[in-house]
């Protein structure tokens, strides 16, 4: 993904500035459009230590995240207070379980993850540079149950103004990754020139969009 390392001295540093401290208002606004049931098995790829999982949580049975820090899922369940069982998997992984939460250490593409009918992706697929994407998005389909659902939100700007992560991730690429899948736009919204990431890196253009896809 980056490199690893990357992303293990950011945890280290703190520099968390793409951790969110609230539920997402995205995913409270837009989550029902996935038709969720409280059975459905819910996955969030590199789930830092978001309030999100939280949040899904108190609506699902079976809540999946993995994570490449252990600093983030070790600060995620001392945050709330929350005492996990901890398991080594394979010896790659390890497993900290809390109730509905489920949480998986390590790399995300050999997590011995169950399949799921539900997937919020807010900070994984434009996490990653454009030359893992095809390889993130061929191991999240491997995942998916009949009938299952993808609730992704993206960026999208001009990538040679501003390095990621996180990166752009344009309409045009989520419809080649999901070219089998129905696709539905639910949002965008458009930054205007006081945006701060405009400001700040001179931006053309600022975008935040949702999807859903469903299989």
Known sequence: MKDPEFWHNKWAANQIGFHLEDVNPLLINYWQHTKPNYSDKVFVPLCGKSEDLVWLATKHEDVQGVELSNIAVRA???????????????????????????????????????????????????????????????????????????????????????????????????????????????????????????VRNNLTRFAEEVYLIES
């Open 76 to 198: 995620f369940f001392a945050e709330h207070f929350y005492t996990p069982m901890v398991m080594p998997i394979n010896g790659q992984h390890e497993l900290f379980q809390f109730d509905e939460l489920s949480i998986y250490v390590g790399d995300y593409f050999t997590a011995p993850l169950k399949p799921v009918d539900i997937v919020y992706d807010r900070a994984a697929l434009v996490a990653l540079p454009e030359e893992m994407r095809d390889a993130y998005v061929e191991c999240l389909k491997g995942l998916l149950n009949p009938g299952a659902r993808i609730l992704l939100v993206t960026l999208d700007y001009v990538q040679e103004e501003m390095a990621g992560p996180p990166f752009s991730v344009p309409e045009l690429e989520v419809r080649r990754h999901f070219a089998d899948y129905k696709i539905t736009k639910l949002y965008r919204d458009e930054g205007d020139e006081n945006h701060p990431r405009i």
